[in-house]
């Protein structure tokens, strides 16, 4: 079952869980150069991007100078939802 959440219930959620991701990106033992390749920045915007239209956001970030196409946007909605998915996991928990 897939649950949307509101962008105030998702802020919340990122200001909880958000920093933790954020050290896991930076982290120099991060063994995903997928998720490295994407500026901190543009990791966050995907984070909060309404689940339907992210596809679309990875796109319009990969027609960028900065991205050139070099980002698998399918495999970038994965590793995104996959994110998404821990921050429920543990968002659950802080109730």
């Given at each position: 079952?897939r649950?949307?959440?509101s962008w105030r219930?998702?802020s919340?959620?990122f200001?909880?869980i958000?920093?933790e991701?954020?050290?896991?990106?930076?982290?120099a033992?991060s063994?995903d150069?997928?998720l490295?390749?994407v500026e901190?920045?543009?990791?966050?915007?995907?984070m909060?991007?309404?689940?339907?239209?992210?596809?679309?956001?990875?796109m319009?970030l990969?027609?960028?100078p900065r991205?050139h196409n070099?980002l698998?946007?399918?495999?970038?909605?994965?590793r995104?939802?996959?994110?998404?998915?821990?921050?429920?996991g543990?968002?659950a928990?802080?109730?």
């Amino acid at each position: 079952m897939r649950f949307f959440f509101s962008w105030r219930s998702w802020s919340i959620c990122f200001q909880i869980i958000g920093p933790e991701i954020m050290r896991h990106k930076t982290n120099a033992t991060s063994n995903d150069p997928l998720l490295d390749m994407v500026e901190r920045g543009d990791l966050e915007l995907l984070m909060r991007a309404v689940p339907a239209s992210l596809l679309g956001h990875i796109m319009q970030l990969n027609r960028l100078p900065r991205y050139h196409n070099r980002l698998d946007a399918i495999l970038l909605a994965v590793r995104i939802e996959e994110l998404r998915s821990l921050e429920n996991g543990r968002a659950a928990n802080f109730r």
